[in-house]
């Protein structure tokens, strides 16, 4: 089947290139002619414009987008009086649902079909393949079939739900790795809420580690300062452990409760820079985990993990800075203290 | 190679099966004859009392104690005045971390070894293998070497960290799926760490499918209440979707980033029952949790997800109710709201 | 100075009989003919309909409006058009601030002015003076300055902050209770942030004394249950108090750090019904709780604490017992762990 | 009365002051000999040793140790021997309440009576007047009421809780200001948990003026960057607010919900410095917020707000740096992302 992809970045080449070993037929675009020389030579056909890409495809042309959301709109803009009625536009980038909703129906008017695809997978997607999350039109979904079942990783990359075995269920498209989740906005709507879950497991590992890479603290410590700002640890002797984190996660890989795709990561991670010193902890957020709490909010729903884990990532960037100062200073107001300087914290960064 | 076993309860039924399996020798003792009866079908020796078990082991006799951890004291009370010095005793249910430290120096005033073994891997362990974090003697842990091993999932249940591989490095224990973590409560610590990780990914999952459960809110509102107590929903367009979680769940267990053991579960619940209705929601918690949060408040370490994650679980078994009233009663106070009936909450169980 | 009122719900006629008390004209309306027949008997002018008020009134108007944040654009679609180039508009009830920027601007266009003004103090305003917090364009505040200044409790309402009279600064109309804030938008904006900082402290106060209230839970336990789903209380005589609620929130009222009005309402609520029988804990919200976080989120800054506080109240009207069910599904399927039955919880309303 | 005091830190000063300006005799000791020169030219009697105090005082003996908690055995060590039976001892520190338990009976066993009393009021305590929350016997509280009606606020310097003046109570020690709260350990309890309070309210505060100060968000964000790792500001007309906080939280301070007097500190602290350019954000924190959460996890109560102020704290001292690193790491692992300069945070100290 052949397709057409704007934006070849980490995510649009990963899918470009799972594409072609599937035998399909890519169009390509991307403002970097160094991406598209690397697919060229890999049997993707190149289009140095969007003129030129509609020109190259068969109609109805089915054409995806694979951009940062804030581009998407700029992006069509220039796209759509290109294209014919019966098109297809997918958006498998991290556009919000809501943007979907409106665009689908603006596509709608001028005859051309929308499916928003969240694609989850990252860099290893290429050969774990992607997890498809689809918003829109049944028979649209139905479509693209070829196209989703080759970027999907297939059921046998994990063991069947042991209840779809006894009831001997036919494999559904969810279990290839695929799905269509309702209507325009459906699979970015599941999409957002995944990456919600995704901070708040991330955040759970990386608490529990950081309690862990403290459990020395009772060694540290020799001369806890015994003054009124500052309570002594008052058991030292339960702190004396040098915890090696590297092992620990590994060891968590298999067998625990905890195993999962984002634990084999911070294995890895952790055996390459056991300090994490390559980092600086300025955590980014790209839009997803604000979403989903709006919607949560709306919902009137209790989002309590997910919230700290987002809330986290602001405060690792210093967004609340002005607000500890604000501590501080009502601390001087009522009682007279004064801050202590930040140097004498021991868990800095070695 | 021999080993004596107290309590055969899921866990430790599983454990020592999974050990006969790989053909070691296993006494086994409980207070409930018919889990004893079953082991014995399948191979081990079973011991009438405490008395029985260590006549019948050979020097230096091991003793894995799985129990509850608040029954670990009254047995260690009966089983050590049978020991010899030499015995080594194995503490692999969940105790604290600090009963591991004292217990250790108690046994080892009188000549007996200790080791403490958090152990993970639920009802599944015995096929899956269990993943164990073991603290005590490095002597001692080589001597059980082989129980390890056969309890363990072994390194090829799952894929090996890339960089192990790149630096051509041998298998290690951890990639075994065993780790001597440290000193004596090392075991316990991880473990303990180990089941705060699990409550804040096991929350993460609920609350963001819990928000997707929601996400019909526009449907149902049609007449939201225009009052001074309730804010109306202002874009019902926008919550229109009625999510498929069983589909949800199981299309991310392939190829997403969130994918785990814990989403495998999930989906499997979810697949069998898509309301929960055989649930009440009285989420128990059995004591980790609490531990871990104990742990980083001495080390002054934030703990924001994990803390929710527990709290969610309090809350859930109406710990905070005399809260939620009192917030009411200040409504009232101040503003003279009267509380609205709960039964106009669209979203309680179906 | 002449001023309309629209709603004479709580807030409205407290508006009312504080303007009266101080000399000024109220033309008053509602749909509930008792609201307005207390207040003619105390010198409010009532008006049958919309238009009977604009006739009675002499130019420009000035018409307060008092509603539910739901009901005020359709009491504008009938007011707007009975009014006169000039004529001003003040919503004083809890606007969102958006609809502030938009309805300024709608009403910009027909020759009519507006302030937003968020205003608190609840039924006790009429005695207190309420405070004030203002949106829109300066000389139309200026023109309504008399209003304002009735309205608010007065600089001797509390002591001045001392670096004002060190400093010599004039009282400013802050002091008085009264500020504006900004441009359209402003005053309900700091309104909205106002009630999510009362959110919090509401549940730092619920949840200490809620604390306080389990601090017996060392006599109630005594026979905890030593099994694998609870931990036992390791501690129990450390929880032997009976504490005294009322007269704790009483003794803080003076001379702590903690000293509010929250608190005045919190002790004298625990005086009149110590166990709060009288209430469920199903907490209401009114929506700012909601704008303030979605606010926050869009700034980029952490809270939390503004949003745990606005989360406990949407769970303790069981918007996360799917959640909650979803946890316990997830024990079972690993554990085998059953739901114990809530009934034995110790802590539930007596 | 005759009290002994020792330590004439900020507290211990004042506490003195307060005494003698109501005519008590006062033998004070501290290790600053200035401490004990300024007070010794108000009317206190100085000792230069805690043997010389105990020579200069009538039996039996009151004397109040105004210590850091850190500090309260080792005093005791020395002054206990030089006691008689019969002497009684007050901690007006923050000792942990279990500390008391202890103290309360090994002083028992040797004939001496001992309070504990949570002292509230900081600075300003002096002309206040302290907030004490006692635990101990009775008749040692009613030995020593002179004392604590003396330091107390007394029942004028708040207007009386209403149902008070309807059931025509009489005035209690708690109107007074302070409280005998029960047994040993009850006054510091009771205590911890008013500070566990005030992280809560202080943390409520400091957020919602940081959403505040960054209402002028879409003002800055002019070119938002438009790339897959940043969402931009969808709406930047609705943050377009300069908000002048000193006179918002000025303004509060009449007439609001929110008005305590916390929130006249952070006015002074606002008008004296409003962009809290003295303070460096590294907030303190000095048990009592900590051993708050240890209590209610042990309670199994509930505490999302508590926590996340406490926790706000620990983060604010660098203590999740790791935790953010390791977030970073694993992003970088599934994604490809690379952290993003911190320097390009707009909200950064000015």
């Known amino acids: 089947m052949q397709i057409g992809m704007i934006g070849l970045g980490r995510m649009g080449s990963g899918l470009v290139r799972r594409l072609l070993r599937n035998g399909h037929d890519c169009v390509i675009h991307d403002t970097q002619d160094l991406a598209m020389a690397n697919l060229k030579a890999e049997g993707a056909n190149t289009a140095k414009s969007l003129q030129d890409m509609v020109l190259q495809m068969s109609l109805p042309r089915a054409i995806w987008l694979m951009l940062p959301a804030g581009r998407v709109d700029e992006v069509l803009a220039t796209l759509v009086p290109l294209l014919t009625m019966g098109d297809i536009i997918i958006d498998g980038g991290n556009s919000y649902y809501?943007?979907?909703?409106?665009?689908?129906?603006?596509?709608?008017?001028?005859?051309?079909?929308?499916?928003?695809?969240?694609?989850?997978?990252?860099?290893?997607?290429?050969?774990?393949?992607?997890?498809?999350?689809?918003?829109?039109?049944?028979?649209?979904?139905?479509?693209?079939?070829?196209?989703?079942?080759?970027?999907a990783p297939g059921v046998a990359t994990a063991a069947r739900t042991p209840d779809r075995v006894l009831q001997m269920l036919a494999v559904s498209d969810a279990e290839q790795g695929f799905l269509h989740c309702g209507d325009?906005?459906?699979?970015?709507?599941?999409?957002?809420?995944?990456?919600?879950?995704?901070y708040g497991m991330m955040a759970a590992y990386s608490e529990g580690l950081n309690i862990l890479r403290h459990a020395?603290?009772?060694?540290?410590?020799?001369?806890?300062?015994?003054?009124?700002?500052?309570?002594?640890?008052?058991n030292p002797e339960f702190y004396q452990y040098d915890m090696n984190l590297p092992d620990i996660a590994e060891v968590w890989r298999r067998g625990s409760v905890i195993n999962s795709w984002l634990l084999d990561l911070t294995a890895s991670a952790?055996?390459?820079?056991?300090?994490?010193?390559?980092?600086?902890?300025?955590?980014?957020?790209?839009?997803?985990?604000?979403?989903?709490?709006?919607?949560?909010?709306?919902?009137a729903v209790p989002m309590n993990v997910l919230s700290a884990a987002l809330f986290e990532r602001f405060a690792s960037r210093?967004?609340?800075?002005?607000?500890?100062?604000?501590?501080?200073?009502?601390?001087?107001?009522?009682?007279?203290?004064?801050?202590?300087?930040?140097?004498s914290a021991p868990e800095s960064k070695k």
Request: proline share 3%; charged share 25%; with cysteine.
């Open 98 to 151: 809501r943007d979907d909703i409106r665009r689908s129906a603006e596509l709608h008017a001028k005859g051309l079909h929308y499916l928003d695809v969240g694609t989850s997978g990252g860099v290893a997607g290429l050969e774990r393949g992607y997890c498809l999350m689809i918003g829109g039109k049944a028979n649209i979904v139905e479509h693209m079939r070829p196209i989703f079942s080759a970027l």
């Open 184 to 198: 325009h906005g459906a699979g970015h709507f599941v999409k957002m809420i995944h990456n919600g879950i995704e």
């Open 216 to 234: 020395n603290i009772g060694k540290l410590e020799v001369k806890p300062e015994h003054d009124a700002e500052t309570t002594p640890l008052r």
């Open 270 to 299: 952790l055996l390459k820079d056991p300090d994490l010193n390559a980092y600086g902890g300025q955590v980014s957020d790209s839009g997803e985990g604000r979403w989903t709490l709006l919607a949560g909010i709306e919902e």
């Open 318 to 343: 210093g967004r609340g800075d002005f607000s500890n100062r604000l501590l501080s200073a009502m601390r001087s107001e009522f009682g007279g203290h004064l801050e202590k300087p930040s140097a």
